[in-house]
C-alpha cells in the first residue's frame, strides 16, 4: 500500500488544520490506521490511531479533546482533524497503516509510512 499525506503548513496558535492520507490502491489488509509525529531531536510518536473497518480510536494525552481522527472509507482517506493548534505540535506528521499479510503458514502484520508533512505552528 502507498500512503500520501498533505494539508501541512504554517499556522498560528489556535489555528486548526486538517491532515489527509490517502491509501492506495487498495485498503483490502489494513488493520490499523494512525497518525505520528516527530519533532527535531525527538523519536516519532503516536498522535492517534484507529482500527480500520472497526472505527477504534485512540489519543495520545496531549491532544485529546484537540484533534479527530476519522476515516472516509469510499474514498479511501485517513484525516486528522487538528484544533486548538500549540506550539508544542510543530513536527513532521507522518501516516501510518499496519497491514495484515500472509507470512508463511500464518500471518504477520507488516507497517507502511507515508513521506511526512510539516506542520508548524507559531506562538
Known amino acids: 500500500v502507498q500512503l500520501v499525506e498533505s494539508g501541512g503548513g504554517l499556522v498560528q496558535a489556535g489555528d486548526s488544520l486538517r491532515l489527509s492520507c490517502e491509501a492506495s490502491?487498495?485498503?483490502?489488509?489494513?488493520?490499523?490506521m494512525g497518525w505520528y509525529h516527530q519533532a527535531p531531536g525527538k523519536q516519532r510518536e503516536l498522535v492517534a490511531d484507529?482500527?480500520?473497518?472497526?472505527?477504534?480510536?485512540n489519543y495520545a494525552d496531549s491532544v485529546k479533546g484537540r484533534f479527530t481522527i476519522y476515516i472516509d472509507y469510499v474514498q479511501n482517506m485517513m484525516y486528522l482533524q487538528m484544533n486548538s493548534l500549540k506550539p508544542e505540535d510543530t513536527a513532521v506528521y507522518y501516516c501510518h497503516a499496519d497491514l495484515l499479510l500472509t507470512y508463511g503458514l500464518g500471518m504477520k502484520l507488516y507497517d507502511y509510512w507515508g513521506q511526512g508533512t510539516q506542520v508548524t505552528v507559531s506562538s
Open positions: 490502491p487498495n485498503t483490502f489488509s489494513i488493520n490499523t
Open positions: 484507529i482500527t480500520f473497518g472497526g472505527g477504534t480510536t
